[in-house]
């Protein structure tokens, strides 16, 4: 099959004018100029007209759990405010409703362009009742503040459950959630791991000065205080993990100038995922985005789940992000979902690109009537995606 379109972006060079891309089963054969790529491969050609054909967007991190908490909790005055909102609201939900959660927030993924999503699970028993549309990478998020002598065998029930899965990995929650046996044991099951850290003002006052509404919010429901130890988030983490390549570590909201350089000081830097709306919704502080540039980090782009978002789509993440970061090109914010997602899941071999020996993972939007800058019609893409292949298949995007 040869896919034509006004113009090719491949993430690995310049936009390809009235381009092509051949297709082989599950992978990309030939990327180039529609004569070229015609002239070198035979097959059914696809016509896209006036479209610009792109990599699939890759989401870093979301809770499709949550898809059924859309619009239910209000800002919260605090994050501890918005931990009691949401455990009220779980408190309500079914087995069966998690997995329609879940698997309404696959499609909702899919119409916004998003072939490949990282998915973080409170519940891995359900993925078997699951049918994911997308490419999926599951983690099981594990939390044992309520066990804290129950990690070997929280891990291994895990582990257990998405070995079925072709693409898995683990999540402990966050350092106040899970203890540092917890951590370990993960480190030791997983090969991809991720986790949060460092989100919020709430988290940086329990641990570093022991105070504050999470320190409280823990204590009144006589839970063990794991993170409360006179250092920062990212201190007490380090303590226990090495925090490598290995580790996707989403937010990093609250960090300090030598929390990054400890972080800089690993035999290989951690991936880090930033959510903007997600961000805005719970009015943190700006993201230090200028200082994990100038510290080498690899960033990547996320939704979050849609029990602090309104949607899960990657275009207006990268909106949102570039508002704060004028500085960057929208060819540069491109890369935060496509490229830098792909290294942080171990596929940057495979996915976040077009070409040869990738997986064809593509989508199309439709092109202004001039030819601007590609990357700029892409920033300002609003809605559904007009077409998309995963894996060699064509896949009509799903309606709202």
Known sequence: MIIRARTIVTMNGAPIENGAVAIAGDKITDVGSFSGVAARNTGEIVDLGEQILLPGLINAHCHLDYTCLRGKIAAPKSFTDWIRSINAEKATLSPDDYVDSIQRGFEEARRFGTTTIANLTAFPELIARTTPPIRTWWFAELIDVREPDNAEAIVERAVGLLKRVQNWGLAPHAPYTASPQLYSRCEAAAGLLTTHLAESEDEMAM??????????????????????????????????????????????????????????????????????????????????????????????????????????????????????????????ILHFVTTNPARALGAARNLGQLANGFFADLIAISAAPSKSDAFEEILGHEGSVSWMMINGKVRLPSTA
């Open 207 to 332: 641990s570093a000065d022991q105070e504050g509404p999470l320190f409280e919010f823990l204590q009144s429901l006589g839970l063990p205080l794991f993170e409360h130890n006179g250092v920062t988030p990212v201190q007490h983490l380090l303590a226990n993990c090495r925090l490598n390549h290995r580790w996707i570590v989403v937010h990093l909201n609250k960090v300090l100038d030598s929390d990054l350089a400890m972080l800089a000081k690993a035999d290989t830097k951690c991936h880090v995922v930033h959510c903007p709306r997600s961000h805005a919704y719970f009015r943190h502080p700006t993201f230090p985005f200028s200082k994990f540039r100038e510290g080498g980090f690899d960033v990547s782009l996320a939704t979050d789940s849609l029990a602090s978002n309104d949607d899960l789509s990657l275009f207006e993440e990268m909106r949102k992000f570039h508002s704060s970061q004028r500085e960057l090109s929208p060819e540069q």
